[in-house]
């Protein structure tokens, strides 16, 4: 990892410097046809530098190039390339020149002084994403959106934060202020890294570790362990200054016992590395609320202050409880209103703490009070946003009254209102009805390495067809540090009617079904581990809905001896076919509509299909704990039942609500593409879009950017 990597994989953006050199026609050329072959071109300021450039150290600078959009896309180059030779096959002179020719009026086209800006290039029929240069500046400031991400942050942007601050020179005398890393895994990640690092600094620490468990973190984080707290964590020994620093950490935190006895096993492992009765002295509060925790005299929690005002009835206390965790107080809202609080004092204390509560809570809060005027038999959760820890309630909820539902609608609608119209303007937006279908992106650390990055819990239109061909994709090789030389992964599903009740099922111990035309294909013949073994699996949809079935549940088992976060590739997908035995190419490596399989888990429901309606919830679901041990799919499909009706009835936040507020509160809504500046669209294919909206467009052109809800990133950003 480095600059460059960093830069180009999360920007498109490369620093690099004018030389004196004069690179040849021919090989500027070819290597951007090769790169329109990928989708991407660059910009006319970037062809400028590197048109000063020696020959010899373009072709050396470009082939990394490359190799970064090979990790990118998880593409076979040679199969894709235009010119997969070169630099030894390249354009004739006519041709580069040409080509050139034309790629440079397109850019006159698009407004030439505007290119910095432009995300997307029109180049014929093609929309091609520009590549930029960048600065040290700009690279500087996305350095500083990882440090002030307001959610946890994905594996591979830990790992960028933890070279910002070890290893970029820029930020040699860098040190963030308190508040500055606003979410604590993070900023224990951080932390790890600077003592690591040898730069360790108690004053620091204590400007983003404020809590007990922001120190854990620290502790984990040092022992390369889980920051979310989700597994368990066997810690290092850690060296005297480490302990004095962690001791000291905690000996500074106010009232410390409520956040050890919440994870009491693993402060109670980590006491034994720290051996606080050595510094009884040095560090008396925080060796005592460690003997405290040991003897296990656990103090009034603030839940168990909450749980006592409830049984009171004392509605003052209850909002004055509350009103010190603003987060929790708006997921007790439902409780609150049930338990007899007026819906006016509600309001009044969740508009006083306002500024303490996160976006995607207020959503959360809309989304729910929207069903709450029905009769709720089930309720889900995910615990703590952990998608693998699936609870289904079947406590029943009696309807909250009209009145106060909309009450506590509208005025979450101001608070988020207010919040967006502090935000820079957006000019006409276009808004695509079908986005209520896609929920709003969970926090970071859940997203994966999809190819396709969609929210959990998104629903999809299916395309024109009759068979459904899902297919799994896995490759031996270097897993992580370990060799893997086995490539067991098994594909199956599971047919439900409306009811979920069961009705049949397609699986690697029953691979062709009696009931309707469906087949399970086994490993695909000729092709070796090392280059990467598939199954697929044909469910024909029409024979499935003869046989009472709607729901088409897929599932993805790994063996005993590996998750698939062992292995170095495998992914699952999809393609439509007219039939069964019709003539379209399969081929894994070239079906865009795929999810990269990277989790830590044995069992995963990537995409559940509902028959009578036509689409497919994309689930991206790993289990852990149900089912509760490894087996063949015929023995849990209550367990998966279960599940898969719970993802099926999930009210989450959708991407249509949130881009109507940001709309109504900074921006003008049109009716038309032709009229918009920003495009929202549910589409996942964006190309398209801004063709029609280019086709629609009166007058002088528009100067337009589409968004489709895969770009998760740029919408948690720039909305959430």
Not at 44 to 70: A, G, Q
Not at 474 to 481: N, T, V
Request: overall charge positive; charged content about 25%.
């Amino acid at each position: 990892m480095d600059l460059f990597s960093i830069y180009f994989s999360r920007n498109l953006k490369v620093i690099i410097a004018e030389r004196k050199g004069k690179l040849p026609v021919r090989i500027l050329a070819t290597a951007l046809k090769n790169l329109e072959s990928l989708g991407y071109t660059f910009s006319t300021k970037l062809i400028d530098v590197l048109r000063t450039w020696e020959r010899d150290k373009f072709i050396s600078w470009f082939e990394r190039l490359m190799d970064e959009l090979r990790q990118i896309k998880r593409i076979n180059l040679m199969e894709t390339l235009k010119y997969p030779r070169f630099p030894k096959r390249r354009m004739n002179i006519q041709e580069s020149q040409c080509y050139l020719n034309a790629l440079m009026y397109s850019w006159r086209q698009q407004s030439l002084e505007k290119e910095q800006e432009q995300r997307i290039l029109q180049l014929d029929k093609l929309r091609l994403r520009v590549i930029h240069l960048g600065s040290e500046a700009d690279f500087h400031q996305l350095g500083m959106d990882l440090f002030a991400a307001r959610s946890a942050l994905t594996p591979a942007a830990k790992a960028q934060l933890i070279w910002f601050a070890t290893e970029y020179d820029g930020w040699a005398a860098f040190e963030p202020e308190a508040g500055q890393i606003p979410v604590g895994e993070n900023a224990a990640v951080y932390c790890a890294a600077l003592l690591k690092a040898g730069r360790a600094s108690v004053e620091q620490f204590q400007r983003h570790l404020r809590t007990a468990t922001d120190i854990l973190r620290l502790a984990v984080a040092c022992s390369n362990g889980d920051v979310t707290l989700k597994l368990n964590t066997r810690f290092r020994s850690f060296t005297r200054s480490e302990r004095r620093l962690i001791l000291d950490l905690l000996e500074g935190v106010s009232e410390p016992l409520e956040d050890l006895f919440r994870y009491k096993g693993r402060w109670l492992r980590l006491a034994e590395r720290l051996h606080p009765g050595e510094y009884r002295y040095r560090y008396p509060c925080a060796a005592a609320a460690l003997e405290q925790l040991r003897r296990g005299e656990r103090p009034l929690t603030f839940h168990g202050r909450v749980e006592r005002a409830f049984e009171q009835k004392d509605n003052q206390l209850i909002l004055e409880i509350l009103g010190e965790r603003p987060e929790e107080m708006v997921g007790q809202l439902d409780r609150m209103l049930r338990s007899g609080v007026p819906v006016q004092q509600v309001i009044g204390k969740m508009v006083a703490v306002e500024e303490k509560v996160s976006t995607r809570a207020l959503l959360r809060v809309s989304a729910h009070f929207s069903t709450r005027t029905e009769f709720q038999v089930r309720r889900s959760f995910f615990p703590k946003g952990h998608i693998e820890n699936l609870y289904v309630s079947t406590q029943q909820l009696p309807p909250l009254s009209v009145k106060d539902v909309h009450t506590i609608i509208c005025a979450v609608e101001q608070i988020l209102l207010k919040r967006f119209a502090t935000l820079p303007p957006l000019g006409n937006v276009y808004i695509d009805e079908r986005l209520q279908e896609f929920s709003v992106p969970w926090a970071e650390r859940h997203a994966s390495k999809s190819l396709r990055a969609l929210s959990h819990a998104s629903w999809i239109s299916l395309p024109a067809g009759n068979t459904v061909r899902f297919f799994l994709r896995g490759k031996e090789g270097m897993g992580g540090d370990e060799s893997i030389d086995r490539v067991d992964t098994n594909l199956s599903s599971i047919l439900y009617d409306s009811s979920w009740r069961f009705v049949d099922q397609t699986s690697w111990t029953h691979g062709q079904s009696n009931e309707y035309q469906a087949a399970n294909s086994g490993d695909m013949a000729n092709v070796t581990a090392s280059d990467g073994a598939a199954r697929y699996m044909d469910l024909h949809l029409p024979s499935a809905s003869r046989l009472g079935a709607r729901y088409i549940v897929i599932m993805v088992n790994a063996s005993r001896d590996n998750t698939f976060n062992d292995l170095p590739e495998c992914y699952a997908g999809w393609m439509i076919r007219q039939e069964r035995q019709s003539d379209e190419m399969f081929e894994p490596s070239t079906v865009q509509v795929r999810i990269n399989l990277t989790a830590d888990f044995r069992n995963y429901i990537p995409a559940i299909f509902d028959i009578q309606e036509r689409r497919i919830l994309w689930c991206d679901l790993g289990l852990k704990r149900h089912p509760k041990a490894h087996r063949p799919v015929e023995n849990n499909k209550a367990d998966v039942a279960l599940i898969a009706r719970a993802m099926t009835e999930l009210k989450r936040p959708d991407l249509y609500t949130l881009l109507m507020l940001h709309a109504k509160a900074r921006g003008t809504l049109v009716e038309t593409l032709g009229m918009a500046n920003l495009v929202f669209t549910a589409e996942l294919e964006s190309n398209r879009v801004a063709e029609v909206a280019e086709y629609l467009t009166e007058g002088p052109p528009v100067e337009r950017t589409v968004i489709t809800p895969l770009e998760q990133e740029y919408i948690t950003k720039h909305f959430l």
